[in-house]
């Protein structure tokens, strides 16, 4: 019996203590008042449900339960703050006060979402505040994911929140004007965490916390919550990168390069599922640069192999990506589709244009494009010179290995 | 709530303006000025004079020392503020936004303590 009680619990704190998390924060209007609350509430389930049942409803009994714990706090911290008495009483439910519906729960959600990829909070702060509240991870689990100390990464939420109150960063989705540029900072923020979990040194790989499948999750949730065509675009893009994670290290650690990969070790179901996204992401009226970088895994996804890749589609894609976004790395890659399209020569000339104008030249995989496009027209001696060059410049180790390996090979 | 938007400028670049550019830009700053005191976001605010007349004011170990010039040596100056009252941080940077000077230099808004 009291086992049971238990595992509900559990199973309630795993599948909604964030919900009641982000109400909470919207309730008390501060983050460290609702996870006290949050923490209060869970310790009083655990006391009360074993005595009197689970209720019907276990969210709002934590909601309500959680809100009660914080008045009683303020109170008892009212006796040496006059001023929180007045917010005690402010935050005391009406008696029309109706319990939140559903719809108000999945907005709270949203709204922890938006504030926590705040703009107005340092780029590593929305990250780390959003893997803590929305995703529920432990400040610890987060830190070691990062490779930081615990206590710098504890100051640095502990900033951001200081932040949120006292600059008043608010609690809301933001209006429909505001919407596309605070979207993408919600993007970025979950792209760079599913980021650093996929190029992970393989090293330290083993010790740091699943950040590709928290991403995945964060993305998922945003497209249930906000179905917006480049929120679907980079959980597509997302999925479709992920369903090549086994075939992209042999079992010794080292890099395979997407034409050398085995592809019946591809994920075929996250295929399928990143598939059908990005045809619904394209279905909007413009394409955004997430949805195009999907749509390009995608027809790489539907290769049989390298040679059978639609390098034709793969290079128009691009095109229209450069033109949105005219970043030279947009513009390498789009040099190495036009190479496998029309030949290494056009790819390699496209290279050698973007190096004379220096914004790639500290860049290894500009390097290591240029060294293997010389390498499949003949020109051993610029293709040795240039695998050293991004040797050099390369950092982890797996692609360090790579490289000597190829340059290894070249010699032969 | 009140937020205090301080603009950065290059003074630099004002001496470096054509008069016509100049007159413009004084034009668009008392439009805007009137724009946000008609809606009722105007507190007040005013503009200062060149860096060059500005001092830096330290205590140290109980003992005042005064210096010439700004607090910090950067490529922009603090040319003035705007002190406005806004429901949130959102609706300050949306209001900062407008600020002519936030297309040509920085404008950095700080909330006022309130007490």
């Known amino acids: 019996m009291e086992g049971r009680v238990r595992e509900t619990i559990e199973g309630v704190y795993r599948s909604d203590s964030r919900r009641v998390l982000a109400t909470l924060i919207r309730l008390l209007g501060d983050f460290d008042l609702a996870e006290e609350a949050l923490h209060d509430a869970f310790t009083a389930a655990m006391e009360q449900w074993e005595r009197d049942g689970v209720p019907l409803n276990p969210r709002t009994w934590l909601v309500s339960t959680g809100r009660f714990k914080a008045i009683d706090r303020l109170r008892r911290r009212a006796r040496f703050d006059a001023s929180l008495s007045e917010l005690a009483e402010r935050l005391e439910p009406g008696v029309h006060d109706a319990p939140p519906g559903d719809e108000d729960v999945e907005d709270d959600r949203l709204r922890l979402i938006f504030t926590c990829c705040h703009p107005a909070l340092p780029a590593d702060a929305q990250i780390a505040l959003t893997l803590r509240e929305v995703c529920g991870l432990t400040t610890e689990q987060i830190a070691s994911a990062f490779l930081v100390a615990a206590p710098a990464m504890a100051q640095r939420i502990v900033r951001a929140k200081t932040k949120i109150r006292v600059a008043r960063i608010p609690y809301q989705i933001p209006s429909r004007a505001d919407l596309p540029d605070r979207l993408e900072t919600v993007l970025h923020v979950i792209y760079l965490v599913f980021n650093e979990g996929y190029y992970a040194s393989s090293g330290a790989s083993l010790t740091r916390h699943d950040l590709s499948g928290e991403a995945i999750r964060l993305a998922r949730l945003l497209v249930d919550l906000l179905p917006e065509p480049e929120a679907v675009g980079l959980l597509a893009l997302m999925l479709l990168h992920e369903s090549r994670r086994a075939a992209r290290t042999s079992p010794g650690g080292e890099l395979v390069l997407l034409e050398e990969q085995d592809r019946s070790r591809w994920d075929r179901g996250r295929i399928a599922q990143g598939c059908r996204l990005v045809e619904r992401a394209l279905s909007s009226r413009r394409p955004g640069p997430y949805t195009l970088q999907a749509a390009i895994a995608a027809v790489h996804a539907e290769a049989a192999d390298a040679a059978g890749t639609d390098w034709a589609q793969i290079a128009g894609l691009y095109d229209v990506l450069a033109r949105m976004e005219p970043s030279p790395v947009v513009a390498l890659n789009r040099a190495a589709a036009i190479a496998m399209r029309d030949g290494p020569a056009a790819g390699l000339a496209l290279i050698d244009d973007l190096l004379a104008r220096g914004e790639l030249a500290g860049y290894h995989l500009a390097h290591a494009a240029r060294a293997d496009l010389c390498r499949r027209v003949g020109d051993v001696a610029s293709a040795r010179a240039s695998y050293r060059r991004a040797l050099d410049l390369a950092r982890q180790e797996p692609e360090r290995r790579f490289l000597a390996r190829r340059l290894a090979e070249l010699s032969e | ?115």
């Open chain 2, 1 to 115: 709530m009140k937020y205090l938007c301080l603009i950065y400028d290059e003074e630099k670049k004002f001496g470096a303006m054509p008069k016509g550019e100049l007159d413009g830009l004084m034009k668009e700053y008392f439009s805007f000025t009137e724009a946000i005191r008609a809606s009722g976001h105007y507190l007040g605010g005013n503009d200062l004079e060149p860096v060059q007349a500005a001092t830096t004011v330290r205590v140290r170990n109980g003992k005042v020392s005064t210096t010439d010039g700004p607090f910090a040596e950067t490529k922009e100056q603090l040319g003035g503020y705007y002190l406005i009252e806004a429901r949130d941080l959102n609706e300050a940077i949306q209001i900062a936004s407008r600020i002519p000077s936030a297309r040509l230099g920085s404008i950095e808004v700080r909330p006022i303590r309130e007490h």
